[in-house]
């Protein structure tokens, strides 16, 4: 199964520092999964919390309920995620290709096999790769790997793929070394994210990293 060795390592190294991640997506419907994925496009999640918040709050976490809402208060519904009038604009396109593709059949769409569901997501407005997958991944619960700035930064400082490294490549990495099963590329994604937050930073607290041994980064930069 494995192609890369070192997944399989990097995968128990961040489970016993940072214990099971099964549960992971804080989101209560696949729908309010879907959602999640496209806000938290370029910001944090604690924006996009708020942003959820206020969508419960109106009753509009449903594709027919943010259908009905004007568009300026779908705006103020979702501001503080970030460049709102965008991100409203892609909530409702989305919201009308389930409408007018799947008849507001929304479990329908999701039940798709993953690549065909990956395709369809990837040609809908404001869905690109990464939340295509985080759909598929967390709301179908399709195998799907998911590659994000985090992911990205750890594995090129791992010296697993090359600085200039694409999105493709490391993607590769993982569908290669992971089992072709929705459950484990969950816990890896949910991982990868927990670490990044904790020591993997922009600027990284490599001091008590538990990557730290077999990290190229670290070797570079010690003393």
Same mark, same amino acid.
């Given at each position: 199964m494995s192609d890369c060795p070192t997944i399989p390592w990097l995968r128990d190294a961040l489970a016993a520092a940072y214990g099971p991640q099964t549960a992971w997506w804080p989101a209560e419907s696949p729908f309010e999964v879907c959602v999640g994925a496209i806000l938290v496009q370029n910001t944090t999640w604690r924006q996009v919390a708020r942003a959820i918040a206020n969508l419960k709050a109106a009753g509009a976490l449903d594709p027919s309920a943010m259908l009905a809402l004007p568009t300026e208060a779908m705006e103020d519904l979702v501001r503080p995620s970030g460049t709102f009038r965008q991100k409203a604009r892609r909530l409702a396109v989305f919201c009308c290709h389930i409408a007018m593709r799947w008849d507001g059949d929304f479990a329908a /769409? #999701?039940?798709?096999?993953g690549?065909?569901?990956?395709?369809?997501l990837l040609g809908i407005w404001?869905?690109?790769?990464e939340t295509a997958d985080a759909i598929a991944l967390f709301a179908a619960h399709r195998p799907a790997f998911i590659v994000d700035a985090?992911?990205?930064?750890? &594995?090129?400082r791992l010296g697993l793929v090359a600085e200039g490294s694409t999105r493709h490549e490391v993607r590769r990495l993982f569908t290669g070394a992971l089992p072709h099963d929705a459950a484990p590329m969950r816990? /890896? %994604?949910? #991982? #990868? &994210?927990? %670490?990044a937050?904790? %020591?993997?930073?922009a600027t990284p607290r490599c001091i008590g990293c538990p990557l730290a041994d077999r990290c190229d980064y670290r070797k570079e930069h010690a003393a």
């Open positions: /769409m #999701l039940a798709q096999d690549a065909t569901l990956r395709a369809e404001g869905i690109g790769e985090y992911t990205t930064r750890i &594995v090129r816990e /890896m %994604h949910a #991982l #990868l &994210v927990t %670490h937050t904790a %020591h993997c930073l």
